[in-house]
Structure formats: C-alpha cells, structure tokens
C-alpha cells in the first residue's frame, strides 16, 4: 500500500542526522516506485519526483536541523500542489437556479452521487431538484427516484420515451415554477465513451448551461479513469471531478493523478455507498493521509454530522489531552456505529499506518463490537474511567461477567493502550504547533 511504502522510506530518512545527495536520491527512488505501485500516472510520477528533488537535493534540505523532516515537508507539500492545493466547491450561480450536470461511463456512480450531493447541497440551505436523464437503462429513472426519496429532495422525470435534452430543459423550468434553486440532471452513462453518448451531452450542455459539468468516475478504474477525466474535459469541458468508490481496495493512484493530467480539481469523493457518505475533497488532508500524519480533521466533521456538536467538542478535546477512557469508549460505540466502517476511522488517527491497522483491524471488526460492548458493561464504573486499576483477578472476572474469554479482554486493553498512546502522542505534536502540521 502506497502509504505504508513511503511510511518506511521517510523512517529510514528521519533515522539519519545529515542527509547526503545519495541518501536523498535513494529515498526518492522509493517513493517514485511506490507511486507507480500505486497506479499514479507515468508522466506525473515522473515530473513529481522531479520537483522534489529539485527543492530536496540543495540548500533548502541540507542546511536545514532536522533534513529527513524537512524532506518530508516538501514531499507533503508537493502532494498537496500535485492534487490542488485547495479545497474546490461548487460554483453556485450568483443568482438564479445553479445547474450541475453530472456526467460519466455506466456504474461509476453518476445517480448515486448525485442523490448525495443533493443531499449535502440542500443540507448548506438550499432547494435541490433531481431530474432523470438517463432514459436509457431500463431501471434508471426508478433508481433516481428512491435515492431521491431517500435524501428528501423532490426528483423530476418524464419517463423513458422523452428525450434527454427536452427532459434537462423541462427540468430546469420546473425548478423555476417551484421555487427551487439547484438542478441536478443525472444524465445517462455507456460502457465506453461514443460520440451518440457526447452528442447528447453537448446538447443539453447547450441548452441549460450548467454552471458546473461534474465528471463521476470510479477511482477503482485507476488510469482509465484518468484517461475518462481527460477525454470528457476535451469534448464537453468540466468543472470538476467527483471520484467514488474510494472506500473501496483502489490503489489511490487516479486521485493522485487526475488533476495534474486534466487540470481538473477533484471535487468530491465518494466513500461508500450510503447516501452520507460523500465527502468534500480536501488536497491536504489526503496527503496527511498518505503520509501516516493521519487526518484528525476529516474524523471530526464525521463526527460533528453523525453526533451532536457539544460531544464533537468533547471528544475532540479528549482526543486532544488523551482523556479518553473505557466510559467514553463505550459511550462513542453507538455513535460511532454511524460513522461509518471502523477500519476508516481508525485510518484518520495520526500515527495509524497501514501495518497498525491491520493488526487492530483483525481484532476488531464490526462483528466484535458487541463483544466489546459486553466486556466494557462488565467493568466497573471506577475501572472504565481508570483502566490502570485493571489488574489480572479484575480481568478474569470482567471475563466471566462477559462470557469472553481472559485473552480477548486482555487485548480490548491492550488495543486500548495503544489507542491511547497514539493520543498522546499527537497532543504533543499539535502543542505549540498551533493548527500547523507537525512531523513526529
Ligand atoms: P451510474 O451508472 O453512474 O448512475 O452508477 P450508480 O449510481 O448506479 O452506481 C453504481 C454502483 O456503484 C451502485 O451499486 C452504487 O451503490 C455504487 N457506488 C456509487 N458510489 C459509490 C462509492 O463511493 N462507494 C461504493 N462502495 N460504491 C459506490
Ligand atoms: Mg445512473
């Protein structure tokens, strides 16, 4: 996996008190295989590694206290450069009915995307209206119909013997009539870009012009959806890029790659196929990602959607002051139960490499959470806010009191030791850093 791969070049790197010329092209070397490991474009590998060693293979590196670090500064840094630098939203018309169009091959997410964008764009005060285009696969309309009933937002369709661009103009008229202000038009998809499928697309563009022409593609496609990103942007002009399926075991290598190929900033990804699980994308925090840095900030705002903000709050400053205890832990479980797939949120924890995260992840699935839940019930109140008082006759009862076994609760402890390790930490790093990252 690409981040435990430049996880373990910059280890060797941080290890080393004076860095030389040679050490720095070694490391390099690493992180150029790791990338085209991890399915990143040929050409922005190349012109990558490039720009880092330009900046790393010179004063800036070698007269600095602590050279691994600041060459992993700017390695952070030119990801973030590589993906956009910042945070792109939508451009929502200054007045009027802003209309997105969302575009893209068959099954990369287009009408499930669209139902989550409308969700999050009506959650920011506004008045979504879904519109079906796709007249062409059998069940697209219906499908369109319950995301959007799902989401609450009302879903336009005329059904399947109209055409898409009469459909898309309709549409946007409806909104008018009914006082909404955004149009999501789903449009229809194929398996391989044709020129029926771009004529369409080009006419309804014509006809609504939509202030953002959104591409959906399937990050698990890898290069190809590079190449989708860059012929679509040739015939129909995007704005931007939405990439789905994230969550799932693509190597990560398109989303490196599509802004530096197109042009074209990554907008949204897509990170399950609930319909909250969209995410703005932010350059920063996904390099953080792939630098091990974790990305505390993402887990907050998850946190925030999925459970009141004073409790955010709360559980931020635990976080903060490693204050988190059994109590907490049990309290969070239910919320967290929401927040999605364990495995993902423990991936944000700073220091949570990918190795530390298999290792936790094969003891804890979500099928255990209810082991869990038991043998945290059969603590005392005094031992979940004091876990150290957990010696081994305390153990073996919370074991029989639980019906788990002396080794499970053992490494419920255990993991949470480690989890609070990991806290601590972190708080040192962000102390006296104030919001700035830190290398530990
Ligand atoms: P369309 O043909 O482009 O409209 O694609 P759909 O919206 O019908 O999605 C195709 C499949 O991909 C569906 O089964 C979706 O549930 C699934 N899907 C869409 N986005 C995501 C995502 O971000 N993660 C995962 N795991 N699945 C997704
Ligand atoms: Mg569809």
């Given at each position: 996996q690409l981040s435990t791969k430049l996880q373990d070049v910059f280890k060797q790197l941080k290890g080393k008190g004076k860095l030389s010329d040679k050490d720095v092209k070694l490391a390099l070397r690493e992180v150029k295989l790791a990338l085209l490991e991890a399915d990143v474009n040929f050409k922005v590998v190349k012109q990558f590694i490039k720009t880092i060693e330009e900046r790393a293979v010179g004063h800036e590196v070698m007269e600095s206290l602590t050279p691994g670090q600041q060459v992993i500064k700017i390695v952070n840094e030119e990801l973030i450069n590589l993906m956009g630098s910042t945070q792109s939203k939508i451009n929502f018309a200054p007045r009027g009915i802003t209309v997105i169009m969302m575009v893209g091959l068959q099954g990369a997410g287009k009408t499930t995307t669209s139902a989550k964008l409308s969700s999050h764009i009506k959650s920011q005060g506004k008045r979504p209206l879904l519109v079906a285009c796709d007249v062409y696969r059998p069940a697209a309309i219906d499908q369109l119909t319950k995301v959007g009933k799902q989401v609450n937002v009302p879903v336009f369709s005329m059904g399947s013997d109209k055409n898409?661009?009469?459909?898309?103009?309709?549409?946007?008229?409806?909104?008018?009539?009914?006082?909404?202000?955004?149009?999501?038009?789903?449009?229809?998809?194929?398996?391989?870009?044709?020129?029926?499928?771009?004529?369409?697309?080009?006419?309804?563009k014509a006809l609504v012009k939509p202030q953002e022409i959104l591409l959906v593609v399937d990050a698990m496609t890898g290069q190809d959806a590079v190449n989708v990103a860059e012929s679509f942007d040739?015939?129909?002009?995007?704005?931007?890029?939405?990439?789905?399926?994230?969550?799932?075991?693509?190597?990560?290598?398109?989303?490196?790659?599509?802004?530096?190929?197109?042009?074209?900033?990554?907008?949204?990804?897509?990170?399950?196929?609930?319909?909250?699980?969209?995410?703005?994308?932010h350059p920063e925090r996904i390099a953080s990602r792939i630098l091990g840095m974790g990305d505390v900030l993402t887990l907050i705002e998850k946190a925030q959607q999925n459970i009141d903000e004073k409790k955010a709050k709360e559980l931020e400053a635990k976080f903060r002051k490693a204050e988190f205890n059994f109590e907490d832990f049990l309290e969070q479980m239910q919320q967290i139960k929401n927040m999605g797939p364990i495995s993902q949120l423990l991936g944000m924890i700073p220091g949570m490499n990918a190795a530390k995260l298999n290792e936790i992840q094969g003891q804890v699935d979500e099928k255990q959470m209810?082991?869990?839940?038991?043998?945290?019930?059969?603590?005392?109140?005094?031992?979940?806010?004091?876990?150290?008082?957990?010696?081994?006759?305390?153990?073996?009862?919370?074991?029989?009191?639980?019906?788990?076994?002396?080794?499970?609760?053992?490494?419920?402890?255990?993991q949470f030791e480690q989890m609070q390790g990991m806290m601590k930490q972190f708080s040192g790093a962000m102390k006296g850093k104030k919001g700035k990252f830190k290398f530990p």
């Open positions: 898409p661009v009469d459909i898309a103009q309709a549409g946007v008229n409806y909104a008018k009539e009914n006082n909404l202000d955004v149009v999501i038009i789903d449009t229809a998809g194929r398996l391989h870009i044709d020129e029926v499928l771009m004529d369409e697309l080009k006419n309804i040739q015939t129909l002009g995007l704005d931007g890029v939405v990439m789905t399926k994230l969550d799932g075991d693509s190597r990560g290598g398109a989303a490196l790659s599509v802004k530096a190929v197109t042009n074209k900033p990554i907008k949204f990804v897509g990170m399950g196929e609930k319909l909250n699980d969209l995410e703005p994308f209810a082991h869990i839940e038991a043998i945290i019930l059969s603590m005392t109140k005094a031992e979940r806010l004091n876990p150290s008082l957990l010696n081994m006759s305390r153990k073996k009862r919370i074991a029989q009191g639980s019906g788990r076994d002396l080794q499970e609760v053992n490494r419920l402890i255990k």
